[in-house]
């Protein structure tokens, strides 16, 4: 059993940063990668920003200069600092991890989303 618990959303103004958090716990033998996902009412999910294991980041380019993704390997948690907002980032967040559990299987779990409303 994994679970993925997310922190950190909330209401701010066009402008304003807020930071996201999320924390893996339960039977996780290696995480590969985590990662943000974003769904905007009435839209699909997007992939906001990538961390894999050796570090490496991607961003979708909306987000690029202005969202940063970090992780605490020690922690199994993920963050994501969202600089800059704009009404546009208005959605449910979620977390994303991909990662290999005691069993030796290997899924992609998510978690249970987070709101960011970015309005004046």
């Known amino acids: 059993q994994v679970q993925l618990v997310e922190s950190g959303g909330g209401l701010v103004q066009p402008g304003g940063a807020l930071r996201l958090s999320c924390v893996a716990s339960?039977?996780?033998?290696?995480?590969?990668?985590m990662a943000w996902y974003r769904q905007a009412p009435g839209k699909q999910d997007d992939l906001v920003a990538v961390?894999?294991?050796?570090?490496?980041?991607n961003y979708a380019d909306s987000v690029k200069e202005r969202f940063t993704i970090s992780k605490d390997n020690a922690k199994n948690t993920v963050s994501l600092q969202m600089n800059s907002l704009k009404p546009e980032d208005t959605a449910v967040y979620y977390c994303h991890a991909l990662l290999t559990n005691w069993d030796s299987d290997e899924y992609d779990y998510r978690g249970q989303g987070t709101q960011v409303t970015v309005s004046s």
């Open positions: 961390i894999s294991s050796d570090g490496s980041t």
């Open positions: 339960g039977s996780i033998k290696s995480i590969q990668a």
